[in-house]
């Protein structure tokens, strides 16, 4: 017998309501009891004969919404399937009911907490006693270590009574098994997903090749893991394509070996990530074919069924362990925060998070919540749209671009597109020029001026660390270096503007395979672009935004290495959300 959704009393209630509001729509919240049907109700607002107000925090996890149809057509509006997804994602119910509140129309059902089984701490325990499941599979490796079974019980205790717990364990302690084994059983009985974040690729490589396997075969193979990689790991097929059809456009002639190499190993790998490549290729090559969360086109792509990414997050999606490096996972967390959204971000939801190598956290979340703009860097995306070879010739995008162009077929060149790429060379040509030209000369005036700054402590020193400040901002050859960069600043800017003008035609077209390939090329670049006409802007900025500015530098084989950054002062507030 299915279960009444609405008592009887709570239906009267309903009724009593709405007849109050003279047959108009009101807006009640339904509290559930013990996981069954809405018992009582509270008015939350009255509208007309067509609408009421949605109070969006009104309600919680388990609660339900309800309101009623004055005309007895309870399908839901436009308007209740987008507050029903609100409310849903809270875990709140969407009813509609009609004026009698004998009808109802459930759009969304509330969700209910599955009930924990809290770990059994002598189970936890005693898989790492002799004759427990450990020892069976280490066999004469097994070694009993009290640290290990105390620290393990700390770990098992944390995930019972839902707290953080700091530990510090020496060498030899054993410890990857200490929480490994905790988490492998929570994530069994309760179908919650743990996270185990590191902050070295040594550890991860422990984890997934050595620690994860034996307590997997411990359990039974009963969970599934994996190792999560960022997005820029792993090879576009797309963006491979591009450069395979263009090779000699898109890369240099001390590239092209190692290009054709990596196109090679694209046709046989089933991994396509960059541990899987036989070599390390230079940064320069890999940036060339790496998958971009900038410019992915995602389900759009002609090679998403095969993308090498989004087959390695299908098979996340269904692992209860997790490896992550502390980057990715503070990454996500941004992410998360940003949308309110548990399902956004890089990881799929999980609500427990096992810190290895925690005293590097500080650093790690230091880095990700900074910014910073190097002279390389930067002109490394500018080329990227144009350079010159060893012989003279021009190549990257534009030259690309160009070449394509007269490819296309004779009615996409005759329409907007068609305009749009003959501003490609005209418009951005020069201004990738000016914008180079710009890059060095703000750079390295930065970093002689801050050089003769560090001399005046270190009258030896040929390599600039400095934390910019007040005084800096205050000396007279400040006011040269701001007047560069806010140049600088501009010129990316229009680059920027140049290329979304472009891009913005190539989104109509981008069905096309050839369009598809500039259309992914040129976000990329132009978002990079964007990025750092931003941290100009902001390092430029003499606000207290509680961030700490600094320049390095330094020279080497007859040119100047240089940057500039930000760095929160505190991170204790993100961190903490």
């Known amino acids: 017998?299915?279960?009444?959704?609405?008592?009887?009393k709570a239906r009267n209630a309903i009724k009593s309501g709405i007849e109050e509001a003279s047959g108009n729509e009101v807006f009640f919240v339904g509290r559930i009891e013990n996981g069954g049907s809405v018992n009582c109700v509270e008015i939350i607002a009255?509208?007309?004969?067509?609408?009421?107000?949605?109070?969006?925090?009104?309600?919680?996890?388990?609660?339900?919404?309800?309101?009623?149809?004055?005309?007895?057509?309870?399908?839901?509006?436009?308007?209740?399937?987008?507050?029903?997804?609100?409310?849903?994602?809270?875990?709140?119910?969407?009813?509609?009911?009609n004026n009698a509140a004998t009808h109802i129309y459930v759009v969304v059902e509330p969700y209910f907490e599955k009930e924990i089984e809290p770990l059994d701490i002598e189970d936890v325990t005693g898989s790492l006693l002799p004759g427990g499941n450990v020892a069976e599979v280490m066999g004469d490796r097994y070694e009993l270590?009290?640290?290990?079974?105390?620290?393990?019980?700390?770990?098992?205790?944390?995930?019972?009574?839902?707290?953080?717990?700091?530990?510090?364990?020496?060498?030899?302690?054993?410890?990857?098994?200490?929480?490994?084994?905790?988490?492998?059983?929570?994530?069994?009985?309760?179908?919650?997903?743990?996270?185990?974040?590191?902050?070295?690729?040594?550890?991860?490589?422990?984890?997934?090749?050595?620690?994860?396997?034996?307590?997997?075969?411990a359990f039974g193979e009963a969970f599934n893991y994996s190792?999560?990689?960022?997005?820029?790991?792993?090879?576009?097929?797309?963006r491979a394509e591009t450069v395979q059809e263009g090779l000699f456009e898109m890369a240099d002639e001390d590239e092209a070996g190692a290009l054709t190499s990596i196109l090679e190993w694209a046709r046989v790998t089933d991994d396509g990530s960059l541990s899987d490549l036989s070599f390390t290729p230079p940064d320069e090559v890999w940036d060339k074919v790496s998958a971009e969360s900038d410019s992915c086109l995602r389900v759009r792509c002609p090679y998403y069924s095969r993308c090498f990414f989004y087959k390695s997050r299908r098979e996340i999606a269904s692992s209860q362990l997790l490896v992550v490096n502390h980057h990715l996972l503070f990454s996500d967390l941004a992410i998360k925060s940003a949308s309110e959204k548990s399902d956004a971000g890089i990881l799929p939801p999980y609500k427990r998070v096992i810190f290895d190598e925690g005293h590097h956290i500080t650093d790690a979340?230091?880095?990700?919540?900074?910014?910073?703009?190097?002279?390389?860097?930067?002109?490394?995306?500018?080329?990227?749209?144009?350079?010159?070879?060893?012989?003279?010739?021009?190549?990257?995008?534009?030259?690309?671009?160009?070449?394509?162009?007269?490819?296309?077929?004779?009615?996409?060149?005759?329409g907007s597109i068609g305009d749009a790429l003959k501003r490609v060379e005209k418009n951005?040509?020069?201004?990738?020029?000016?914008?180079?030209?710009?890059?060095?000369?703000s750079f390295d005036a930065l970093f002689r001026f801050t050089l003769s700054l560090t001399r005046e402590r270190d009258p030896a020193a040929e390599e600039v660390s400095i934390r910019v400040t007040e005084s800096t901002f205050s000396r007279e050859w400040w006011k040269e270096v701001d007047g560069r960069f806010s140049i600088l600043r501009i010129r990316l800017k229009e680059l920027a503007d140049e290329i979304k003008y472009l891009t913005d035609f190539l989104l109509d077209y981008e069905s096309d395979g050839d369009v598809a390939k500039l259309l992914v090329e040129f976000r990329?670049?132009?978002?990079?672009l964007d990025y750092y006409a931003d941290v100009i802007e902001t390092f430029l900025s003499q606000e207290d935004d509680g961030n700490v500015r600094w320049v390095e530098g330094r020279e080497g084989r007859g040119t100047i290495i240089s940057g500039l950054g930000l760095s929160p002062l505190d991170i204790s507030q993100p961190l903490k959300e």
């Open 1 to 8: 017998m299915p279960r009444e959704l609405i008592s009887e």
């Open 46 to 97: 009255r509208g007309n004969e067509y609408s009421v107000p949605a109070v969006l925090d009104s309600a919680g996890p388990g609660d339900v919404v309800i309101h009623n149809h004055p005309s007895g057509n309870l399908t839901p509006s436009d308007q209740d399937i987008k507050l029903a997804s609100v409310f849903g994602n809270d875990g709140v119910g969407f009813y509609i009911v």
């Open 145 to 217: 270590r009290d640290e290990q079974l105390r620290m393990a019980e700390s770990v098992a205790r944390a995930f019972n009574d839902d707290s953080i717990s700091v530990i510090e364990a020496g060498t030899g302690t054993g410890k990857t098994l200490s929480y490994l084994i905790p988490s492998a059983v929570w994530a069994m009985r309760n179908g919650e997903r743990v996270v185990i974040s590191t902050n070295t690729i040594n550890l991860q490589e422990q984890l997934i090749d050595k620690d994860i396997p034996l307590v997997h075969k």
């Open 227 to 238: 190792l999560v990689k960022g997005m820029g790991n792993y090879l576009c097929l797309l």
């Open 365 to 414: 979340a230091t880095s990700h919540f900074g910014m910073r703009a190097t002279k390389f860097g930067i002109i490394r995306v500018l080329r990227r749209l144009k350079r010159k070879s060893k012989s003279g010739e021009s190549k990257g995008l534009i030259s690309y671009a160009a070449a394509l162009a007269s490819q296309l077929t004779e009615n996409i060149r005759k």
């Open 428 to 441: 951005l040509s020069p201004r990738v020029d000016d914008a180079e030209e710009n890059v060095r000369e």
């Open 524 to 528: 990329g670049v132009g978002n990079k």
